[in-house]
């Protein structure tokens, strides 16, 4: 089992950043694939990027690649995102999510483990 709660959520104008932190605890951090995900009112829940057990691949969907950034710190047992450059349409509650495998997982069925998401609101 795996416990995720993220943070870092918050209000930000168009153009800013905010860095979201997905804290795990209750087994073997390292072990696992983590991704994040963001689901925006009336939308279903989307792929934003996940990065594998070492950090050392990851992958991010086209629409916010070169703004969203995936890191993981395994010795924190924490995963962030980096936003940057924000915009009105990444409003969503963004959700970190973690799977025992090596490579990133993209779809939301593949994810065993979820947080309770916390709330990235831009203003235009």
């Known amino acids: 089992q795996v416990q995720l709660v993220e943070s870092g959520g918050g209000l930000v104008q168009t153009g800013g950043s905010l860095r979201l932190s997905c804290a795990a605890s209750?087994?073997?951090?390292?072990?696992?694939?983590l991704g994040w995900f963001r689901q925006a009112p009336g939308k279903e829940r989307e792929f934003v990027a996940a990065?594998?057990?070492?950090?050392?691949?990851?992958y991010t969907v086209g629409s916010v690649k070169g703004r969203l950034t995936i890191s993981r710190d395994n010795a924190k047992n924490t995963v962030y995102l980096q936003m940057n450059s924000l915009k009105p349409e990444d409003t969503a509650v963004y959700y970190c999510?973690?799977?025992?495998?090596?490579?990133?997982?993209?779809?939301?069925?593949?994810?065993?483990?979820w947080g309770q998401g916390t709330q990235v609101t831009v203003s235009s």
């Open positions: 999510a973690a799977d025992l495998a090596v490579n990133p997982r993209l779809e939301v069925s593949e994810y065993d483990y």
């Open positions: 990065i594998s057990w070492s950090g050392s691949s990851t």
């Open positions: 209750g087994h073997t951090f390292s072990w696992y694939v």
